[in-house]
């Protein structure tokens, strides 16, 4: 993306010189003709041209006859009032300062636009957590299998970011800059606050849990919005365009971000889905009323052997777990494991 404003600054740059080839000027026409947002910024680019060269022009000027030719007219015999002249000359002396500031302003806003439009991307791979601090100074923690895709400079109207995955936010509070968090099909606005936002795109359902403050959940089309308070959970199914919001403990859901794995009255499915991301693993679900045990733990720095004997002791589960075989680029395969319902005796 650098490269492509790179080509395209420099394109409009020999246009507006007069050095342009016949070639380039016909690709640099193509290039505003395909979208809106070309044809704006290609209007922005000559705006500030234009405010350059009258600025290059102002730099050109003959100070000392300028202030002789006023000085012959300030002092005509002609009966006129001193301050007119005064505001006059005031006015000539502070061109060349309002020019260069209109310039610099519209440039500090141009490089802002261009720079929202670069992104990073951080991205926490299955089995490991990470931490980062966004631009504004805002801090976010990424769970495992995540991904927060954000801007180098935020834009002067959104703090805007897109997540895949799970992460817990403490934004920094600033009510005129909104911090806006895109997670598939919902968005989380707000201007300073602490919450989490679990939206894996596999899953149907996107949490939302807040911690401190205050936020505005909604849909993609803003149809469906809830304000959340501090306890709320904001469940929003991606398949029925539905939201609902009821009052729980945040513990269970933000206890990740310390290290822990906490169940409270889970069915196994959804604890199989954490145990994959949080170490790595595939699961294998072999008896299918396994998946309706309701499991209540915590696990905290526990092996993943000793996460399934924990189970297996507390559930009518047993568990089988395949050998990790190398594969030809030298990694490890993902090791599987696989669960049955104990039979009785």
Same mark, same amino acid.
């Given at each position: 993306?650098?490269?492509?404003?790179?080509?395209?600054?420099?394109?409009?740059?020999?246009? !507006?010189?007069?050095?342009?080839?016949?070639?380039?000027?016909?690709?640099?026409?193509?290039?505003?003709? *395909?979208?809106?947002?070309? %044809?704006?910024?290609? #209007?922005?680019?000559? $705006?500030?041209?234009?405010?350059?060269?009258?600025? %290059?022009?102002?730099?050109?000027?003959?100070?000392?006859?300028?202030?002789?030719?006023?000085?012959?007219?300030?002092?005509?015999?002609?009966?006129?009032?001193?301050?007119?002249?005064?505001?006059?000359?005031?006015?000539? !002396?502070?061109?060349?300062?309002?020019?260069?500031?209109?310039?610099?302003?519209?440039?500090?806003?141009?490089?802002?636009?261009?720079?929202?439009?670069?992104?990073?991307?951080?991205?926490?791979?299955?089995?490991?957590?990470?931490?980062?601090?966004?631009?504004?100074? +805002?801090?976010?923690?990424?769970?495992?299998?995540?991904?927060?895709?954000?801007?180098?400079?935020?834009?002067?109207?959104?703090?805007?970011?897109? !997540?895949?995955?799970?992460?817990?936010?403490?934004?920094?509070?600033?009510?005129?800059?909104?911090?806006?968090?895109?997670?598939?099909?919902?968005?989380?606005?707000?201007?300073? +606050?602490?919450?989490?936002?679990?939206?894996?795109?596999?899953?149907?359902?996107? *949490?939302?849990?807040?911690? *401190?403050? %205050?936020? +505005?959940?909604?849909?993609?089309?803003?149809?469906?919005?809830?304000?959340?308070?501090?306890?709320?959970?904001?469940?929003?199914?991606?398949?029925?365009?539905?939201?609902? &919001?009821?009052?729980?403990?945040?513990?269970?859901?933000?206890?990740?971000?310390?290290?822990?794995?906490?169940? $409270?009255?889970?069915?196994? /499915?959804?604890?199989?889905?954490?145990?994959?991301?949080?170490? /790595?693993?595939?699961?294998?679900?072999?008896?299918?009323?396994?998946?309706?045990?309701?499991? +209540?733990?915590?696990?905290?720095?526990?092996?993943?052997?000793?996460?399934?004997?924990?189970?297996? !002791?507390?559930?009518?589960?047993?568990? #089988?777990?395949?050998?990790?075989?190398?594969?030809?680029?030298?990694?490890? *395969?993902?090791?599987?494991?696989?669960?049955? &319902?104990?039979?009785?005796?």
């Amino acid at each position: 993306m650098q490269k492509e404003i790179f080509d395209i600054d420099q394109l409009i740059a020999s246009h !507006l010189l007069g050095t342009i080839t016949r070639d380039d000027d016909q690709l640099l026409d193509d290039w505003i003709a *395909e979208k809106i947002e070309n %044809q704006r910024y290609y #209007s922005e680019q000559k $705006r500030l041209w234009n405010l350059f060269e009258m600025h %290059q022009k102002m730099q050109k000027i003959d100070e000392r006859k300028a202030y002789q030719k006023i000085s012959a007219q300030l002092f005509k015999p002609k009966r006129i009032n001193i301050f007119t002249y005064i505001q006059r000359i005031a006015a000539i !002396l502070l061109l060349p300062v309002i020019i260069v500031s209109a310039y610099y302003i519209i440039s500090e806003k141009t490089s802002r636009k261009q720079h929202a439009m670069v992104y990073n991307t951080a991205e926490t791979p299955l089995g490991m957590r990470s931490s980062l601090i966004l631009p504004d100074g +805002t801090k976010v923690w990424l769970n495992a299998g995540s991904k927060l895709s954000y801007p180098i400079l935020f834009s002067d109207k959104f703090r805007a970011v897109k !997540l895949e995955g799970e992460a817990y936010f403490e934004v920094v509070k600033d009510k005129k800059w909104p911090f806006l968090v895109q997670a598939g099909n919902m968005h989380v606005l707000v201007s300073g +606050t602490t919450f989490n936002c679990n939206a894996y795109p596999e899953n149907d359902l996107i *949490e939302t849990v807040l911690v *401190e403050g %205050q936020v +505005t959940v909604g849909n993609e089309s803003a149809t469906i919005t809830k304000e959340l308070l501090p306890g709320d959970l904001a469940i929003f199914s991606k398949s029925s365009q539905q939201m609902n &919001k009821a009052k729980i403990n945040p513990e269970k859901y933000i206890a990740w971000k310390n290290g822990k794995l906490m169940f $409270r009255e889970d069915k196994m /499915n959804l604890v199989v889905e954490k145990l994959e991301r949080w170490y /790595n693993v595939e699961f294998e679900i072999k008896d299918k009323e396994i998946a309706d045990y309701i499991y +209540t733990a915590t696990f905290v720095d526990e092996s993943l052997d000793q996460v399934l004997k924990m189970l297996s !002791l507390s559930a009518p589960i047993r568990y #089988s777990v395949s050998e990790r075989s190398k594969l030809g680029d030298q990694t490890f *395969e993902k090791q599987i494991v696989k669960l049955y &319902k104990k039979s009785k005796i």
